[in-house]
């Protein structure tokens, strides 16, 4: 029997918010006014190569001409209005720069002017690792028991040299102690999503790493092994070296190098309540298999990890 999560055979972000809201959701950008320690000197100057110069947030209203952001999200809404019947429901989304970096209570002020519009049922913040200390995952966990509470952190990569490359001015250990004091604090993280099944990642090949390779993709089998997922599934010629290493720390591991073969595996394997992550270098085109995996409709045998 197939099993649909409104008009998808898997469990969506979008049928989440919409089973637990009553109606779909919209994000909207907004400017808190903030720089990033990339930028003003204290780490560096420039910001990291991957961010634009408007600090990510193109999309963002601005503070000139809507200083309060009840403004802010009025305008954004306006925007948002031409899709929707309604008055709608709203995450407020900070992603201008790094908005975080502020004093704890300038923080405060914003933040709570923010949830407590009428319209806005959730908080979404961006910034940095390095940007959290404890009195700010402290006022993100009080902000949390009045709505919920999001936080986005960049990590990019889990290589120093490239972190080093892309100017990204903190080290792995940064993100790693971020994650679990955010996590210690009751905020949603990835592993704390709904999951009534099993953990499943399906990880394919990093290219362009040149002679560390393989030393890179074995670090990764490593992390893989740590983070207490059910099964992997391994895509593409130097995946192999992460499968390995997965299997000798007695991870479920699936490896192979066909398209086609990974999909029916995956398909096999699935079951309604599991949790999917898809992770690779965008040349490796994990999004093909996503599509045939959950749009098919034939029935499957489950299929069993050695």
Request: aromatic share 10%; glycine share 8%; with cysteine.
């Amino acid at each position: 029997m197939t099993v649909h999560w409104g008009e998808k055979r898997y469990y969506s972000l979008d049928y989440y918010l919409k089973k637990t809201y009553g109606e779909k959701l919209y994000k909207i950008s907004l400017d808190g006014g903030m720089t990033c320690p990339n930028r003003d000197g204290t780490v560096g100057t420039g910001g990291c190569t991957f961010c634009s110069q408007g600090g990510s947030g193109e999309f963002a209203v601005g503070r000139t001409g809507y200083p309060d952001v009840w403004e802010q999200i009025e305008q954004a809404k306006t925007r948002v209005h031409r899709k929707i019947s309604g008055e709608g429901k709203y995450i407020a989304y900070f992603q201008s720069y790094t908005n975080t970096y502020a004093p704890v209570d300038y923080l405060r002020t914003l933040f709570e002017r923010a949830i407590t519009h009428p319209d806005i049922v959730a908080l979404s913040v961006g910034t940095r690792p390095d940007c959290l200390g404890d009195e700010v995952v402290a006022l993100l966990k009080e902000l949390n028991r009045q709505k919920p509470v999001w936080v986005e952190l960049g990590l990019q990569t889990i290589h120093e040299k490239t972190a080093e490359r892309i100017h990204r001015g903190y080290r792995l250990e940064v993100f790693e102690d971020a994650y679990r004091r955010l996590k210690e604090a009751g905020l949603t993280v990835l592993r704390d999503l709904p999951c009534k099944g099993r953990r499943v990642a399906v990880l394919g090949d990093m290219l362009e790493l040149g002679e560390m390779s393989r030393q890179l993709h074995t670090l990764v089998g490593d992390m893989a092994a740590n983070s207490e997922v059910d099964a992997l599934f391994c895509f593409g010629k130097e995946s192999f070296y992460l499968a390995q290493r997965a299997a000798m720390q007695e991870v479920a591991v699936y490896h192979t190098e066909d398209r086609r073969e990974l999909c029916r595996v995956i398909r096999q394997y699935l079951r309604p309540g599991d949790v999917i992550l898809f992770k690779a270098s965008r040349g490796m085109h994990l999004e093909d298999c996503i599509d045939v995996i959950f749009e098919q409709e034939e029935e499957t045998d489950h299929a069993v990890l050695d």
